[in-house]
Structure formats: C-alpha cells, structure tokens
C-alpha cells in the first residue's frame, strides 16, 4: 500500500480531484488547506512580527492512501493535471504503509483501505 501526499495551488484542487474520481479503485481522498513555503518562496527572510502571518504561500495538501496497483496512476494523474508550468506547481512525496485498519468491521490490511 502507498500513502501519496501532494501540495498543489488552490486554483488546480478541482480539476485534480475530478481525475483522481476517474481512476477504478481509489476509495477516497483527504484535502486539507496549508501554507508553507519552499527554497525559493516566503522563507528566504526571516519576517517581521507583522508579516509572520501573511508570508507563507496557500497550497492544497492532498492524502491519498491506495493499492501498489494504482499507485502511479495517482501520481501520474496528479502530477498531469496539477501542473502550470511555472514555478511553484507543488510536490508529490509517496510513502509505504504498512498496515491499514478499519475502524468499523476491523479489517486489516489491503482490504481496509
């Protein structure tokens, strides 16, 4: 199993999101809204008390966990339709899981996801 984390710009959250329902298998997703910044972005310099609020770039952070199987797919799907281009598309970091339970029936494993 996989556990695929992307940030990508708030403004491709739904054309990504309307791929990855396109893919057979893919049981969900998690979408959270963050702000970081990057090599190139708000971190640079440290800031003023004023401007600590305000230097860090919105992204969207979306979770995905999934099958092997389709693991590229996702990636793949995310990576096509996030992109713009320019600087600042975002990242896709991809981790293995271990285990997976759900909490409900009590399954384990590839099943639960």
Not at 19 to 31: D, N, Q, V
Not at 40 to 52: D, H, R
Not at 89 to 109: L, Q
């Amino acid at each position: 199993m996989k556990h695929i984390i992307a940030y990508i710009k708030p403004h491709k959250l739904s054309i990504v999101t309307m791929a990855l329902h396109e893919i057979k298998g893919l049981s969900g997703m998690t979408i959270l809204d963050v702000r970081g910044c990057g090599r190139g972005g708000a971190c640079e310099e440290p800031p003023s008390v004023e401007e600590e609020l305000y230097d860090f770039v919105k992204h969207i952070k979306i979770e995905v966990f999934c099958l092997d199987s389709i693991a590229e797919e996702v990636v793949s799907v995310i990576q096509t339709n996030a992109h713009t281009g320019l600087k600042g598309d975002g990242k896709i970091y991809i981790t293995e899981v271990s285990d997976a339970i759900r909490i409900s029936s009590g399954e384990r494993g590839e099943v639960a996801v």
